[in-house]
């Protein structure tokens, strides 16, 4: 598992590098983007795909690889793969096949946004991209008014109709910090009242355009009165595994995380 860089090619570690130099196979999201990584840096390793349209048909190959004694890296289009991007099921594949599995960390647009949001919390929920049809993402935040920071993706498409969603169930007064561009030329962040984000986005074109980074103000309600069980867990099933959505969403809100397992896998 090999974090790559989420935007500035010269972020890639070392230790990263060297792993993808000396793999037999490198799996990725996107094998064109993989290979500008691999061309700046001078890496000839193969690379096949593995997106979320081939990731169990394109597992068990992998896998009698790893069985054979070779060595496969596992890379998203940016930042730490498995995280709202594909991997997470050659993962667990790897690991119920007695697979040594070794995270390379590094680079992640949520920890970078979130560090720099200056949200002060003891826990934060990454709730990855939320919904793209209107309806179904006003449903979504119903359940996501946490007493922590939230750090959502979205894509430029979305990003003005999701922050106005974000101000009818918040408030205006609720603050966010809104990172585009991370680590890329045009990087922007900037923290302000919800209120005033639409008008933040509107002022200048170019706003609407690249990835987003949203980490929203922790909220002040408790959080067994606010939070609904399946609807965090139906939240948390859209960016990561059901093993995984299950334990978050006890841990959020004290719902028995055997039973959550359980509804994950029916849904």
Known sequence: MVATPIGNLSDASPRSLDTL???????????????????????????????????????????????EGRSVALVSDAGTPALSDPGAWLVAEAHRAGVRVSPIPGPSAAAAALSASGFAAPHFLFAGFLPATAATRRKALEALDVPWPLVIYEAPH??????????????????????????????????????????????????????????????????????????????????????????????????????????????
Do not use: M
């Open 21 to 67: 130099r000396g793999v037999d196979v490198i799996a990725c999201e996107d094998t064109r983007t993989t290979r500008t990584l691999l061309a700046r840096h001078g890496i000839a390793t193969r690379t096949v795909a593995l997106h979320e349209h081939n990731e169990r048909r394109a597992a068990p190959a992998l896998i009698d690889a790893l069985r």
């Open 158 to 267: 979305r990003i003005a109709a999701t922050l106005q969603d974000l101000r009818a169930r918040f408030g205006d007064s609720r603050e966010i910090l809104v990172a585009r561009e991370l680590t890329k030329k045009f990087e922007e962040l900037v923290r302000l009242p919800l209120g005033e984000a639409p008008a933040w986005l509107a002022e200048r074109p170019e706003r609407s355009q690249g990835e987003f980074v949203l980490v929203l103000a922790p909220g002040a309600g408790e959080r067994h009165a606010v939070l609904d069980p399946e609807k965090v867990l139906e939240v948390l099933l859209q960016a990561v595994a059901p093993s995984e959505a299950a334990r978050l969403a006890a841990r959020i809100t004290g719902a028995p995380k055997n039973l959550l397992y359980r509804k994950a896998l029916k849904s």
